[in-house]
């Protein structure tokens, strides 16, 4: 492998960890959506909730600002009482409340399930990379960018989960919700995707063999790499 080769694969590996960051600071943390209820009166106790793959957080605060134009709770790192929870994934026949209403269970199992499918590419990945920096293994770069790729797409297909439940649930008749909106937890994954999914593709792009210079110059004749 030559210093360009090589220089270019670690610029881009170290793009690939910021990638795995975020995507690490997406799956353990809790603040992927974040719900309130209609405010009626100010002067009075006002209900959110928000929630990632693992654990739903409640939240109680008192609401005196009457100057407020919101009907909503407003921002939910307002201080107050805080309650959270874990989801029971992987018990069969149960589900989990919030206040009056039921989330459907199997959004978040199959999120989790996608989400950890991501963790393992990025893992097998970063395997495969670290041993191609090894003299004559650095054909292990394209199996590497693949599972990238597909730890990508694996992250954008839990966002994509997450984001029909915030919707089935604010959607509902039986719903108290009816403000919402997608906080950083949520913006790490799709940043992740973003950062993954590129960033594999350039991986393959740079792992595949020199392109012939001249038209009559086929690949096998193409001077090989030192």
């Given at each position: 492998?030559?210093?360009?080769?090589?220089?270019?694969?670690?610029?881009?590996?170290?793009?690939?960890?910021?990638?795995?960051?975020?995507?690490?600071?997406?799956?353990?943390?809790?603040?992927?959506?974040?719900?309130?209820?209609?405010?009626?009166?100010?002067?009075?106790?006002?209900?959110?909730?928000?929630?990632?793959?693992?654990?739903?957080?409640?939240?109680?605060?008192?609401?005196?600002?009457?100057?407020?134009?919101?009907?909503?709770?407003?921002?939910?790192?307002?201080?107050?009482?805080?309650?959270?929870?874990?989801?029971?994934?992987?018990?069969?026949?149960q589900s989990t409340e919030i206040f009056e209403r039921t989330t459907q269970k199997e959004?978040?199992?199959?999120?989790?399930?996608?989400?950890?499918?991501?963790?393992?590419?990025?893992?097998?990945?970063?395997?495969?990379?670290?041993?191609?920096?090894?003299?004559?293994?650095?054909?292990?770069?394209?199996?590497?960018?693949?599972?990238?790729?597909?730890?990508?797409?694996?992250?954008?297909?839990?966002?994509?989960?997450?984001?029909?439940?915030?919707?089935?649930?604010?959607?509902?008749?039986?719903?108290?919700?009816?403000?919402?909106?997608?906080?950083?937890?949520?913006?790490?994954?799709?940043?992740?995707?973003?950062?993954?999914?590129?960033?594999?593709?350039?991986?393959?792009?740079?792992?595949?063999?020199?392109?012939?210079?001249?038209?009559?110059?086929?690949?096998?004749?193409?001077?090989?790499?030192?």
């Amino acid at each position: 492998m030559d210093e360009g080769k090589a220089l270019k694969i670690r610029l881009t590996f170290s793009v690939i960890l910021v990638g795995i960051s975020l995507m690490f600071a997406a799956v353990v943390t809790d603040h992927w959506a974040v719900l309130s209820h209609r405010v009626e009166h100010y002067n009075s106790t006002c209900e959110a909730a928000h929630f990632g793959l693992w654990r739903l957080c409640t939240k109680q605060f008192y609401i005196q600002d009457k100057a407020t134009k919101e009907r909503s709770c407003g921002l939910i790192t307002l201080t107050g009482d805080r309650n959270c929870s874990y989801f029971k994934h992987f018990s069969p026949g149960q589900s989990t409340e919030i206040f009056e209403r039921t989330t459907q269970k199997e959004y978040s199992i199959s999120a989790a399930a996608i989400a950890i499918f991501s963790v393992g590419f990025a893992i097998i990945g970063t395997i495969c990379i670290l041993l191609s920096f090894r003299k004559k293994m650095d054909y292990l770069l394209k199996p590497a960018s693949m599972f990238y790729t597909f730890a990508g797409l694996c992250m954008i297909i839990s966002v994509e989960v997450m984001r029909q439940s915030v919707k089935r649930m604010i959607d509902s008749k039986e719903t108290i919700w009816i403000e919402y909106y997608y906080s950083w937890s949520f913006a790490c994954a799709c940043s992740s995707f973003v950062l993954l999914f590129i960033c594999g593709i350039a991986l393959l792009l740079i792992s595949l063999p020199r392109f012939p210079q001249n038209p009559w110059e086929s690949c096998m004749d193409a001077e090989p790499e030192h």
